[in-house]
């Protein structure tokens, strides 16, 4: 019922202060369990993304917004799981949720890129997306969000208003010829390139491949070549 109530308030109110722009919503399925693999440039990511579709939206976010409950309510209300990333596999434990949510008809939204992007590019994705895809069986729809960074950067403590958004869902990436094959680490890394160059085409990123870091002074970006990802051919 939170999801919902605070679905029905932010909706309005970010539709007036900043200009919407949705594409492709027809990709994501009206029902049974789907996963939203989108880039990550801004906290406003998942903000944006589960208010522009019908569906309820559920993401994995750092336990630590949980701790205030100032803050842990809305976290809660706009369907985001807390996860520990101290003590054991914060992946599996991760997936273990994901895939929870999955079998029970959900939609999951992930960013296989493992954190906010720094410096403008889009980096190479965590194999994560394609377990949970395999294990699940759920499609793999990609979205490319465009502008969120300009509204509140990483670093920002408050969101600008008045900011172009665009949101836009790709076609469910195919899955039928890799069935059976979710130990197959090379499968896995295919799957997962696929999905960033398809997040690629959509939003309009460039490519480097190197994985994201939590520091801009981290990304080797002068020592990496911006690549175009090509989609992978089936096995």
Not at 40 to 60: A, E, G, Y
Not at 66 to 79: C, E, I, L, P
Not at 133 to 144: C, F, K, S
Request: one cysteine or more; glycine letters at 8%.
């Amino acid at each position: 019922m939170l999801y919902w109530a605070i679905k029905v308030v932010l909706t309005p109110i970010l539709r007036v202060c900043y200009r919407v722009r949705v594409e492709g919503r027809r990709h994501v399925p009206k029902d049974g369990p789907v996963i939203l693999a989108a880039n990550h440039r801004s906290f406003m990511d998942s903000i944006f993304l589960p208010l522009v579709i019908r569906r309820r939206v559920t993401f994995v976010a750092k336990a630590e917004y949980f701790d205030s409950k100032k803050t842990a309510w809305f976290f809660r209300g706009v369907g985001q799981i807390p996860i520990r990333r101290e003590g054991g596999s914060a992946s599996e434990r991760a997936l273990a949720s994901a895939t929870e949510v999955l079998e029970t008809g959900g939609v999951f939204g992930i960013y296989p890129e493992g954190t906010r992007t720094r410096d403008g590019y889009l980096h190479r994705g965590h194999t994560g997306v394609a377990r949970l895809a395999l294990r699940t069986g759920a499609p793999i729809v990609p979205v490319g969000m465009i502008g969120t960074d300009e509204i509140q950067a990483t670093d920002a403590k408050l969101p600008r208003f008045f900011r172009k958004v665009t949101i836009r869902f790709g076609d469910p990436i195919p899955l039928a010829h890799y069935v059976g094959r979710q130990d197959d680490r090379i499968v896995l890394r295919q799957i997962t390139d696929e999905v960033m160059f398809e997040v690629g085409q959509l939003s309009g990123y460039e490519y480097v491949d190197t994985y994201a870091t939590k520091k801009a002074e981290d990304v080797p970006v002068d020592s990496v070549p911006v690549q175009t990802l090509q989609p992978v051919a089936a096995a």
